[in-house]
């Protein structure tokens, strides 16, 4: 789960890690008066759960409070479409108002869950605020890793390699070390995924302040880290977002015209490539999950048939736990609280795909049933292309 | 033959009394599998589903010496209860549990690798050697025993692709579901290994999906070794959208890592045969094996 | 470092640990008082740095605050010698008054640094209030050990294996796992070496109370231990173990006539084997260390000379980072200072041997020249014997 | 030959700056001993005793390939830097500092059982190759090179037990103090195995202690294998009394463990030839070499 940045550097801060002087804003006003506080000369940053938002314009100086709530008219409620965020874009809702920093060397810091080594990673770089992936391809030697333990904690000398690696100034060295013990705490503490400040800013007075902040919790931890919980904002969600939440479905917004409803999430993957082998486009990712409920499917049905892009659906169920004629009942039961009219393409295999294909005949809805998947898809397709 | 699981595999249950857990253990038990004990804690004493169920894993090998654990412990208990496995002696557990934090699962493998026991999960359906037994939870009615060794990260796609290769006549030697989460235990390249030297098997299925590095990892392997037996792949996720994370907690593209399209690359490369339509697999690995015995 | 039970019990109440009630008393009248404030029916613990106070006649118990007083006087500054007090015995000088709790279930609960595992070891027994090395050979299926990295802790199975070792019933079953939580973190973070209830005390209501308590520390983590170096009564130690101590040196006391001054532990102990080896007895252990001063070893010198006891010493230098010629100035220093009437068999060897045998043979003082270990060893019995 | 440590072993100093470090890095290289290197945190660039001082082990094993690392850091400080150094690549670790916590040694030996890497001490003089090397702070004169070789948990013992062998025309081939913690690194068992197939060494001195088992697990290595080379052993701390700590942190008996008693009477029934009096160490070795060829 992604935090916001304002909410990562309030945890930082707890920390005792600098952060530039900011305060949130949600109105032009609310901006002009943070920007008058923090002396005039201010960065607003657009709170999207996304990178990439300086390229798609989220982040703005202002050398005024007046220019700041002019900045703050235009960003407020504009969608930013970043390389991250999907087509639909992120709308802006919050703007964190900082002080200006001003320029000095910048560092990348990093923590990050390995899965190829299985441990935990902490990564620096002396080039601070580029995108880390791309500079480990372009200049490896520009990026020193050290792996250790959850259980053990990032170990002193660890620590030191980083810092002499960056060649930090005498006077930052130990403020380096401390945060860098404190963040790795932290991170375990706390079941994170990713923590990155990028970049971390040296100021010509040694200070070393975390100016950009990403945080990642995983998400399986969540269940023990209520404080971290708390901090979801389920304000970013669609509509459709959060009714799938809610019933559990894994539900992803893609692009194109044919809605997918799947148990599992491989075979979810799997129908989506076939649409796309066959020359069309899937509309989602939806996994209904092993443990669904016939209320559940009629909820993953109607975000599909309620999708306005959506000009076909289909259905593509391998029943194991999940039984046929669970979903055929699911099935039924939203198609006729909704006004159905588009095209239903439904495989039915496995537990009780007899009973489930027998419910869905009995319902007189436009469904097409195909036993053989690679059929069902290419008639999704050329149904979606009608 | 076949890996991991045969006819003579003593099963022990961990969480036995959960709903779950005893619904598959019954379906485990008639498919024929020797379940010998189960463990809730608190539950010692009791019988369930017919089985001893013990406090303790510890007490459950003293009694009943089974050698595979399947795990049905919920998520933020199921890293103890793996490491309890493994502290018991068990030397192969199946943890079927999805939802389990990564720093716990990376304290148990570690844990483990000093025990020397493997790992098979978390976030598995697990593994099955058609009509020997079953440790999983897996619809046993759509395999057959036969030549497939497959391997998957899936759980519902490995039922597609088992039910395709059946239907062909294609029966499996073992079918492993790896789990679908960032840290699991046996790989690609494990798994691989063993059916290299197992003789019922003859070919090998991998099912791969985006995210992380072990379909990587396998074909580096399968190129260093110089494997003797032909190997088809399916990589689901080549139409995903990068850094949204699609139903399974490890399939996710990160950064420049884990799209299905490198993974397909570095396959193709060592040798394997790319799967592009997911509803081809059975066909593609017929036909490669007739190939292979062509030659 | 061995602490108080009374420092070791409030150390436990902060954890959550239940206690008995109790008061610690350093007169009668205040051992009567307290007696009062818990109802009269109390037991009188005698705080000394050792087990087996109770064989020794440490520990009475009392029915009234006014039979309380009276023990209290029969015990305050009475010496208890007990099997691991050595010869001289502990003075009493304080005592913790403590409501009687009535007799239940006793268990034994301990952890451990396990040197043989190179792990830490949880250790319980169904038996509590008898010596666990006893009971562990004469009747070892009652006791269950569990093993644990240091940087992992006590995992959650392991906790429930010893409590279901040990048959708890069910309503004391967390409040142990608890217990055995905490007790191991404490253990973890206070660099502990051993850490011993015995017995804790199932209370007919399931109250699970730790009764008695052994705590000791390892003296290597106490530089990183402030809090617990702090609970060090230094009014435990006689002056020469003070004065010892005070210069870094290695001084144990024992029961012989030769008085011991060696550098380097291990022969110090190979001094005292040879000198018993010929019939004599050593009066001390005393290892004057590597990084010794001039001054370190006249006052060492002195700790032995001015012991009544001592009818000869036996100055045994391999010199190697310790020089001869400075344990020689020290030696000469010392018994400037003090009026030498007893002989002084000394070996040299090593570094600056000749310079130290030069300064020595100036310094007319009663010393004996001897070379040869053996030698030096035979003369020293036979002078102490004379 | 020798054990561990011979003409061409290459030495980097752990704390070389400091003021024991120095002295006894002097001492090193006027034995001939190479040592190529020392890590300083806060000194890299400069130059100590005419050596390259390096920030990290990791640049110093960049730029020097040591092969050997002895530490000389302050004691809270120490556990790290022997995780440093095996991290770093080095497969020798010999620990100087005296008063290591528990908990860290406990750690670090983990750390180094997992890569690979073996420690010698803490608390240790180190170990000697006489006339070829010297990895430690023990007086150089009293070493001649010769077929004995010697393992011991004391320092200044040592010096005795070499002296009285030296002056007798027994030279050694490797002298280890494995160090007087209750934590220590390679022990008895792992350097009688390494002197088993060293063929230099003919007898082999054990120089034991009261505290812990390491003397006790000798004796069943011996037995168990059969070992081929005469063994004689001195064990200090006959006259020790229970429960008190004598200078070493790990000379202590505990409970009903780790008398001079038990362990000369494992010993004795390994076949290792007891040495009663301290002061007849070389002459015993001296006998029962003489013995041995004898037959």
């Given at each position: 789960?992604?935090?916001?940045?304002?909410?990562?550097?309030?945890?930082?801060?707890?920390?005792?890690?600098?952060?530039?002087?900011?305060?949130?804003?949600?109105?032009?006003?609310?901006?002009?008066?943070?920007?008058?506080?923090?002396?005039?000369?201010?960065?607003?940053?657009?709170?999207?759960?996304?990178?990439?938002?300086?390229?798609?314009?989220?982040?703005?100086?202002?050398?005024?409070?007046?220019?700041?709530?002019?900045?703050?008219?235009?960003?407020?409620?504009?969608?930013?479409?970043?390389?991250?965020?999907?087509?639909?874009?992120?709308?802006?809702?919050?703007?964190?108002?900082?002080?200006?920093?001003?320029?000095?060397?910048?560092?990348?810091?990093?923590?990050?869950?390995?899965?190829?080594?299985?441990?935990?990673?902490?990564?620096?770089?002396?080039?601070?605020?580029?995108?880390?992936?791309?500079?480990?391809?372009?200049?490896?030697?520009?990026?020193?890793?050290?792996?250790?333990?959850?259980?053990?904690?990032?170990?002193?000398?660890?620590?030191?390699?980083?810092?002499?690696?960056?060649?930090?100034?005498?006077?930052?060295?130990?403020?380096?070390?401390?945060?860098?013990?404190?963040?790795?705490?932290?991170?375990?503490?706390?079941?994170?995924?990713?923590?990155?400040?990028?970049?971390?800013?040296?100021?010509?007075?040694?200070?070393?302040?975390?100016?950009?902040?990403?945080?990642?919790?995983?998400?399986?931890?969540?269940?023990?880290?209520?404080?971290?919980?708390?901090?979801?904002?389920?304000s970013e969600l669609s509509p459709e977002e959060k009714k799938a939440r809610s019933f559990k479905l894994n539900y992803v917004k893609?692009?194109?015209?044919?809605?997918?409803?799947?148990?599992?999430?491989?075979?979810?993957?799997?129908?989506?490539?076939?649409?796309?082998?066959?020359?069309?486009?899937?509309?989602?990712?939806?996994?209904?999950?092993?443990?669904?409920?016939?209320?559940?499917?009629?909820?993953?049905?109607?975000?599909?048939?309620?999708?306005?892009?959506?000009?076909?659906?289909?259905?593509?169920?391998?029943?194991?736990?999940?039984?046929?004629?669970?979903?055929?009942?699911?099935?039924?039961?939203?198609?006729?609280?909704?006004?159905?009219?588009?095209?239903?393409?439904?495989?039915?295999?496995?537990?009780?795909?007899?009973?489930?294909?027998?419910?869905?005949?009995?319902?007189?809805?436009?469904?097409?049933?195909?036993?053989?998947?690679?059929?069902?898809?290419?008639?999704?397709?050329?149904?979606?292309?009608? | 033959?076949?890996?991991?699981?045969?006819?003579?595999?003593?099963?022990?249950?961990?969480?036995?009394?959960?709903?779950?857990?005893?619904?598959?253990?019954?379906?485990?038990?008639?498919?024929?599998?020797?379940?010998?004990?189960?463990?809730?804690?608190?539950?010692?004493?009791?019988?369930?589903?017919?089985?001893?169920?013990?406090?303790?894993?510890?007490?459950?090998?003293?009694?009943?010496?089974?050698?595979?654990?399947?795990?049905?412990?919920?998520?933020?208990?199921?890293?103890?209860?793996?490491?309890?496995?493994?502290?018991?002696?068990?030397?192969?557990?199946?943890?079927?549990?999805?939802?389990?934090?990564?720093?716990?699962?990376?304290?148990?493998?570690?844990?483990?690798?000093?025990?020397?026991?493997?790992?098979?999960?978390?976030?598995?359906?697990?593994?099955?050697?058609?009509?020997?037994?079953?440790?999983?939870?897996?619809?046993?009615?759509?395999?057959?025993?036969?030549?497939?060794?497959?391997?998957?990260?899936?759980?519902?796609?490995?039922?597609?692709?088992?039910?395709?290769?059946?239907?062909?006549?294609?029966?499996?030697?073992?079918?492993?579901?790896?789990?679908?989460?960032?840290?699991?235990?046996?790989?690609?390249?494990?798994?691989?290994?063993?059916?290299?030297?197992?003789?019922?098997?003859?070919?090998?299925?991998?099912?791969?999906?985006?995210?992380?590095?072990?379909?990587?990892?396998?074909?580096?392997?399968?190129?260093?070794?110089?494997?003797?037996?032909?190997?088809?792949?399916?990589?689901?996720?080549?139409?995903?959208?990068?850094?949204?994370?699609?139903?399974?907690?490890?399939?996710?593209?990160?950064?420049?890592?884990?799209?299905?399209?490198?993974?397909?690359?570095?396959?193709?490369?060592?040798?394997?045969?790319?799967?592009?339509?997911?509803?081809?697999?059975?066909?593609?690995?017929?036909?490669?094996?007739?190939?292979?015995?062509?030659?």
């Amino acid at each position: 789960m992604l935090i916001y940045e304002f909410q990562a550097k309030a945890l930082l801060q707890e920390l005792g890690v600098v952060i530039p002087a900011g305060h949130l804003a949600e109105t032009v006003d609310e901006t002009r008066v943070a920007a008058q506080k923090l002396g005039g000369q201010v960065i607003l940053k657009a709170q999207i759960l996304s990178g990439g938002r300086g390229k798609a314009g989220g982040i703005v100086a202002a050398d005024s409070a007046e220019k700041a709530g002019l900045a703050a008219a235009r960003l407020l409620g504009k969608k930013l479409i970043t390389a991250q965020s999907g087509g639909r874009g992120l709308v802006v809702k919050k703007i964190l108002v900082e002080e200006f920093v001003p320029p000095g060397r910048e560092i990348y810091l990093g923590l990050v869950v390995d899965r190829k080594n299985e441990k935990l990673a902490a990564i620096v770089s002396q080039q601070g605020g580029v995108e880390i992936e791309e500079l480990s391809k372009s200049c490896p030697q520009a990026i020193k890793k050290e792996y250790f333990y959850p259980e053990q904690g990032l170990l002193f000398f660890q620590a030191r390699n980083l810092a002499y690696f960056l060649d930090l100034p005498e006077a930052s060295f130990k403020t380096f070390l401390d945060y860098l013990k404190k963040l790795s705490e932290f991170f375990l503490l706390r079941d994170m995924k990713l923590l990155e400040i990028n970049p971390l800013i040296i100021k010509p007075d040694n200070l070393l302040v975390a100016a950009d902040i990403k945080m990642d919790f995983d998400d399986s931890g969540l269940a023990r880290q209520p404080e971290i919980s708390a901090l979801e904002d389920w304000s970013e969600l669609s509509p459709e977002e959060k009714k799938a939440r809610s019933f559990k479905l894994n539900y992803v917004k893609m692009e194109g015209q044919i809605g997918c409803l799947v148990n599992g999430a491989g075979l979810a993957m799997a129908t989506m490539d076939i649409i796309k082998l066959f020359g069309g486009q899937p509309a989602n990712f939806l996994d209904i999950g092993g443990g669904v409920t016939e209320e559940a499917v009629s909820q993953a049905f109607e975000i599909l048939a309620s999708d306005r892009q959506v000009k076909a659906c289909l259905v593509n169920i391998f029943g194991g736990i999940v039984r046929c004629d669970l979903v055929a009942r699911g099935l039924v039961a939203s198609a006729r609280k909704i006004d159905l009219n588009k095209p239903i393409v439904v495989r039915l295999q496995g537990t009780n795909e007899a009973e489930g294909r027998r419910i869905l005949g009995e319902a007189n809805l436009p469904f097409y049933f195909i036993n053989d998947f690679e059929q069902a898809a290419q008639l999704a397709v050329s149904l979606s292309q009608a | 033959m076949s890996i991991l699981l045969d006819r003579d595999s003593r099963i022990l249950i961990q969480g036995i009394t959960g709903r779950q857990a005893s619904f598959h253990t019954e379906r485990m038990m008639e498919y024929g599998t020797r379940v010998v004990a189960g463990v809730t804690p608190g539950k010692g004493g009791q019988f369930h589903l017919g089985l001893p169920v013990f406090n303790t894993v510890e007490e459950a090998v003293r009694q009943k010496a089974p050698d595979i654990s399947i795990i049905f412990v919920p998520p933020l208990a199921a890293a103890d209860a793996v490491m309890e496995a493994a502290a018991g002696g068990l030397k192969l557990i199946v943890c079927i549990t999805e939802g389990i934090p990564n720093l716990d699962m990376l304290k148990a493998k570690r844990f483990l690798a000093e025990l020397g026991s493997s790992l098979i999960g978390p976030n598995t359906p697990g593994l099955i050697s058609p009509g020997q037994g079953k440790a999983g939870i897996m619809p046993a009615s759509i395999h057959r025993p036969g030549p497939v060794g497959l391997i998957s990260r899936s759980g519902t796609l490995t039922y597609e692709a088992v039910y395709q290769l059946s239907r062909l006549g294609l029966g499996q030697s073992t079918a492993i579901g790896i789990g679908g989460d960032p840290i699991v235990g046996l790989k690609f390249v494990e798994l691989l290994e063993m059916f290299k030297s197992d003789s019922q098997t003859e070919a090998v299925l991998m099912i791969g999906e985006i995210g992380g590095q072990a379909e990587e990892a396998a074909a580096e392997y399968l190129k260093r070794s110089g494997y003797p037996k032909p190997v088809a792949a399916y990589v689901a996720g080549l139409t995903a959208p990068k850094g949204k994370r699609l139903g399974h907690a490890g399939a996710i593209i990160e950064g420049n890592e884990g799209s299905a399209q490198d993974k397909v690359k570095c396959l193709a490369a060592a040798g394997v045969r790319i799967i592009e339509n997911p509803a081809r697999i059975g066909q593609t690995v017929k036909e490669l094996m007739a190939e292979r015995q062509g030659n």
